[in-house]
């Protein structure tokens, strides 16, 4: 079984920064995509940002320019800084991987963190 553990959210000033990390557990061979995503009461879960294992990125226009994706292989670990952070960004932040290879489990999963909430207030 493949777990994401999500640390880093809390509060933030306008224009201030949080880091986000996930780390992924499990017998994990391979993940293709990890990713974060966000959620406000009432709306669609929606893309932040994808790294792939080569790191290559995706990033939402809203967050272009202010959040960084990053991962570390070797940890199966994603991280989001996010600077410059605007009320706009609250929002639970979901980390998400994709294509995940595990042991002893044939094809791929994908899975889910709990979430964290980022609250961006003055």
């Known amino acids: 079984q493949v777990q994401l553990v999500e640390s880093g959210g809390g509060l933030a000033q306008p224009g201030g920064s949080l880091r986000l990390s996930c780390a992924a557990s499990?017998?994990?061979?391979?993940?293709?995509?990890m990713g974060w995503y966000r959620q406000v009461p009432g709306k669609q879960r929606e893309l932040v940002a994808t790294?792939?294992?080569?790191?290559?990125?995706n990033y939402a226009d809203s967050v272009k320019g202010r959040f960084t994706i990053s991962r570390d292989n070797a940890k199966n670990t994603v991280y989001l800084q996010m600077n410059s952070l605007k009320p706009e960004d609250t929002a639970v932040y979901y980390c998400?991987?994709?294509?995940?290879?595990?042991?002893?489990?044939?094809?791929?999963?994908?899975?889910w963190g709990q979430g964290t909430l980022v609250n961006v207030s003055s």
């Open positions: 790294i792939t294992n080569d790191n290559s990125t």
């Open positions: 499990g017998n994990i061979f391979n993940i293709d995509v």
């Open positions: 998400n991987a994709d294509r995940v290879v595990v042991a002893f489990i044939t094809g791929y999963l994908e899975v």
